[in-house]
């Protein structure tokens, strides 16, 4: 069974939600949130920069909203205390709703591109908080957010982040972030729990799963709902769908965890948050 997660202000957030990004077809998206829908998922996890905001509000107009949890992020084009809310209302007005589940930055700005990077966080911060005080969302987060990221907005934030989305899979554990974050009470999501599509042919991987009759994809996920993430795998495909979602319908022993914990970088996004350059 699906579980929810609690965020520091109460909010219950699934443990499973489904990714969009590089899914921009109208038709496509609708097919494949509608199919989410019926299989149980409720949480749908977008960004500005994925240019499917319009795409996601076709999708859901004939949902009941108040059963859905989306989430958004703000560009890199964005940031500073009122870009961010100004670019918030573009995204609504997009969305077509009155309010966003979470809303996160979507990159700290990075120190290769600014000397300034701590302030600059801090100011597009002080907005994201103008938000939620607002209402127009119900929780603020971060992605891709290191322990160093964390700890210099720490210095000035008056509402602490509830999440962090960052690129989490066998391969790239993020063990430091995670015990951060664990111990700061900020939930994790993990982006990419496939390794974007590139893990899945390790050869561990595959022979663990054979062993337990799973799917490597489920074999992937349920590592990482295991460690206590939240997960928003991308399937283009209706007939994932469910494969994905009964990651919750088996365990991995404590040896065969820690046989993923060890298995060495194979695949994934990869991207640096201290060295960005193309992102704005
Ligand atoms: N905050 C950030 O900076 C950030 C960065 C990256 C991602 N994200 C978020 O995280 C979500 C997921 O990450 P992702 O899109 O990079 O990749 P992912 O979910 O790790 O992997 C998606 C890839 O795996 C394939 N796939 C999905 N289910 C499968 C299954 N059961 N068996 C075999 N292949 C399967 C998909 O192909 P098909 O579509 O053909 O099924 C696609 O190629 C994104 O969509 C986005 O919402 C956030």
Redesign the pocket.
Known sequence: MMRLMTLRNGNKIPQI???????TDRDLMKQIVCAAYEEGYRLI???AA?SNEIAVAKAIANLPREELLLSD?VWNTNRGYEAVQEACRRSLKKLKTDYLDLY?I??PASGKLYPNWSDINADTWRGMEALYREGLVRAIGV??FKVHHLKELEKTVEVFPFVN???I?PGKNQQEVITYCMDKGILL??????????I?KNEDLVSLAEEKGK????I?LRWEIQKGLIV??????VQ?LR??FSAFDFKLTDSEMEMIDNIPYCG??G?DSDEVTQFG
Do not use: M
């Open positions: 939600g489904l990714g969009t990004w590089q899914i996890d977008t960004a994925y992020k996160l979507h990159w992605c891709n989305q960052i690129e899979h999501e993990a982006s990419s729990p496939l390794g974007n599509g590139q899945l799917t490597v994809a489920q992937c928003i795998p991308k399937t283009a495909r994932r494969e994905n994934g996004i991207i």
